[in-house]
């Protein structure tokens, strides 16, 4: 199982969870993994299901939309100022991407695609093993942009 724990919060008064006696002061970690599996929320987590939010309301959607939890969860107050730069900088990223890359998956020797496992690093921070793909530029254009930006 993969831990990702959000950014550390003190509380700010005492407290008590499942009988826990939590005193003001207390550092506290968030279980991001956790609450972006939380099964009530996104029934069948494990699974890629982008449908599971087509029919929300938008107070269900706005609760369970996954950068609300990543960036900031429980108070306005604490969600992360630099939460729009990253949503940006990752569009940005990605758009290029998709722009100048053809993306998917190895072939074998006999051509077969190769499907990589769902497989993730343990640790802090969760990121996938390595796995082979095929990256190819569009155009000799975005081989061009690419080579000139290196």
């Not at 950014?7 to 005193?23: K, Q, T």
């Not at 429980?74 to 990605?94: E, N, T, Y």
């Amino acid at each position: 199982m993969t831990n990702i724990a959000g950014v550390p919060h003190a509380s700010s008064e005492d407290d008590e969870y499942r009988g826990y006696y939590i005193p003001k002061g207390t550092t506290i970690m968030p279980n991001l993994w956790f609450m972006l599996r939380d099964p009530e929320d996104y029934p069948n987590p494990e699974t890629f299901l982008p449908e599971r939010f087509w029919a929300l309301t938008a107070e269900e959607s706005e609760r369970t939309d996954p950068r609300n939890i990543v960036f900031g969860h429980d108070h306005p107050s604490r969600i992360c100022p630099g939460r729009r730069f990253a949503d940006i900088s990752v569009w940005l990223v990605m758009a290029n991407m998709v722009a100048t890359f053809n993306i998917s998956k190895a072939r074998d020797a006999l051509g077969n695609e190769i499907t990589p496992p769902v497989l993730y690093e343990p640790g802090f921070t969760s990121e996938p093993v390595q796995f082979q793909c095929s990256i190819i530029p569009r155009s000799q254009q975005a081989a061009d942009l690419i080579i000139g930006a290196t």
